[in-house]
């Protein structure tokens, strides 16, 4: 079973940082891309970040660009986000996926090439 669980949030004011922790199981890791999504209340998913099997080549939603860095330690099955600059829109729980399959196109930060969805983190940014 795909298991996929993320960590490490919290509350934070604006301006600052902090850095999710994502431990996955039930599949091999370095095969597949990961991603960062998020949902804040009454919206849908955004889809934040992503990085590739090698962990070598990385995306971002133009949101987060330059505040946001994606990583992750094959050795380990896990993959973060640290998250700087943090702003009051941010706040959302944050969820991690894998890509779906063989074929997926994992520079798309899109639902139709990410899925299972695990346990999210909340975090919210608030003075």
């Known amino acids: 079973e795909v298991q996929l669980q993320a960590s490490g949030g919290g509350l934070v004011q604006p301006g600052g940082s902090l850095r999710l922790s994502c431990a996955a199981s039930g599949f091999t890791f370095s095969s597949y891309a990961l991603a960062w999504v998020r949902q804040a209340p009454g919206k849908g998913p955004e889809y934040v970040s992503a990085i590739n099997t090698g962990g070598g080549s990385t995306r971002y939603a133009d949101s987060v660009k330059g505040r946001f860095t994606i990583s992750r330690d094959n050795a380990k099955n896990m993959v973060y986000l640290q998250m700087d600059s943090l702003k009051p829109e941010d706040t959302a729980v944050y969820y991690c996926?894998?890509?779906?399959?063989?074929?997926?196109?994992?520079?798309?930060?899109?639902?139709?090439?990410?899925?299972?969805r695990g346990q999210g983190t909340q975090v919210t940014v608030s003075s």
């Open positions: 996926e894998r890509t779906r399959g063989g074929g997926s196109r994992w520079y798309i930060l899109s639902e139709r090439e990410y899925g299972y």
